[in-house]
């Protein structure tokens, strides 16, 4: 393995330094050897290697949207060297075999380490608890458990499974959207809705499960995480049941940083997505919460799907958006260059915090600095790119930032000292 010796490189866009990458851990670079690789990395810096605990690789079953080598080549693009891998493929990860099938695709690929996230129910159907036992105690070593693009909507069972989990240092994480008041929802609810003749997806359809389940998890004494927050109201209620003590932890997406519900007026379904995009108002309390920590980390909710499952009407179209290659630009958009976040406050929000949430701070997640893991990447945030979905290395191509300018690029990723992108390319 090549050995890499990164000169002037701002890590976390503090003062240049030199970094060895030697053996798979970051060493003193006056070790480096003669024969070392030197990058210069002038006018770069230097983040952990980001940690996404929301991407969906679709493999087993949809490999015609993605597969697990596909999605982690598209993460090591975006800087990712860990993905958790959500339960909802086919069949369902809800069991250890299937849970251990796509962790070994992911170790045999070899891009980033995946992590696959267990099913809380069998199938995701909501009516029984899925082997959780069985699948933290599978290889796959499994922690976080959801059902993810279905919310567990019964009480019941959502508090058998915050119970359940706490055996094994577990978490539960929900996607919240209360089923009844989503019937055929297509965007978000409100005026704009209704002028376009879309179903709406109410805020309260959210914020209803989140007060539900931080009640829970009080109640139990467990853990509970909180997907892909959109609204001002689930920022609030997290706000509130953090400051109670409650055990709760969320994440924001990029597109919900960014994007607003207008886009829904192009009637064009690459702006469709689950749960919808929102007001600009629920935009500011977003970037407000993931400033203040109230939000704890960034998520992509990397949603491959096939050209024909998206260039149809709004109505048919699935719902989802790719991510995992555009994150860091966009959380520089939104947050670093508008002085929201430094570079730091990046890292703990796309990496260390992730990685404790997911329990794998021991492999990532880790500071850049002597002895730790070299899982590091290199980012040019002076590069300015414009977003092109043919040069994607997902086996998808709905973004929704095709032709759109955006700042930073991903130089190099180095996952434990051997790169997986170098150039801006995949090494
Ligand atoms: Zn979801």
């Given at each position: 393995m090549s050995e890499y010796l990164i000169k002037n490189v701002a890590v976390l866009g503090g003062t240049p330094t030199d970094l060895l990458l030697r053996d798979g851990v970051i060493a003193d670079p006056a070790d480096a050897p003669a024969d070392a690789e030197v990058i210069d990395a002038s006018g770069l810096i230097a983040l952990p290697g980001l940690v996404d605990l929301h991407t969906h690789l679709r493999e087993p079953g949809r490999e015609d949207a993605e597969t697990v080598e596909t999605g982690t080549r598209a993460a090591a693009l975006g800087g990712f060297t860990a993905v958790h891998a959500m339960a909802n493929t086919e069949p369902v990860a809800d069991t250890a075999g299937v849970v251990e099938q796509v962790w070994r695709l992911g170790r045999e690929a070899g891009y980033c380490d995946v992590y696959p996230v267990g099913a809380v129910t069998v199938g995701l159907d909501g009516e029984r608890l899925a082997e959780l036992g069985a699948m933290a105690d599978s290889?796959?070593?499994?922690?976080v458990f959801s059902d993810d693009g279905r919310c567990v909507s019964d009480a019941v069972l959502m508090r058998r499974a915050l119970e359940y989990v706490k055996a094994f240092d577990g978490v539960v994480a929900q996607h919240a959207q209360e089923p009844r008041l989503t019937v055929d929802a297509q965007m978000n609810e409100g005026e704009l809705s209704g002028r376009l003749g879309l179903a709406g997806w109410p805020a309260v359809a959210e914020e209803a499960i989140i007060a539900r389940d931080v009640l829970l998890a009080q109640h139990v004494g467990s853990r509970l995480h909180v997907c892909h927050v959109s609204t001002s109201g689930s920022v609030e209620l997290i706000r509130w049941a953090k400051g109670k003590g409650v055990d709760v932890t969320a994440e924001a997406c990029p597109h919900h940083l960014l994007l607003t519900d207008e886009l829904a007026a192009t009637y064009d379904?690459?702006?469709?997505?689950n749960p919808p995009l929102r007001s600009a108002a629920d935009v500011a309390a977003l970037q407000e919460g993931l400033a203040d920590g109230t939000i704890d980390i960034v998520a992509t909710d990397h949603a491959p799907h096939p050209h024909e499952d998206k260039d149809c009407e709004w109505a048919a179209a699935a719902f989802g958006m790719l991510g995992l290659e555009t994150a860091l630009s966009i959380v520089q958009q939104t947050m670093v260059d508008p002085g929201r976040l430094d570079w730091a406050g990046v890292a703990e929000r796309m990496s260390y915090a992730p990685a404790r949430i997911g329990r794998v701070s021991d492999r990532h997640g880790?500071?850049?600095?002597?002895?730790?893991?070299?899982n590091v990447v290199l980012y040019d945030p002076g590069a300015r790119r414009t977003i092109e979905?043919?040069?994607?290395?997902?086996?998808?191509?709905?973004?929704?930032?095709?032709?759109m300018e955006l700042p930073g690029r991903v130089v190099a990723t180095f996952l434990r000292g051997k790169a997986t992108v170098l150039d801006g390319k995949l090494a």
């Open positions: 290889a796959a070593r499994v922690r379904p690459i702006y469709k997505v880790r500071p850049v600095q002597v002895g730790e893991p070299a979905p043919s040069e994607s290395a997902s086996l998808s191509r709905n973004t929704p930032y095709r032709g």
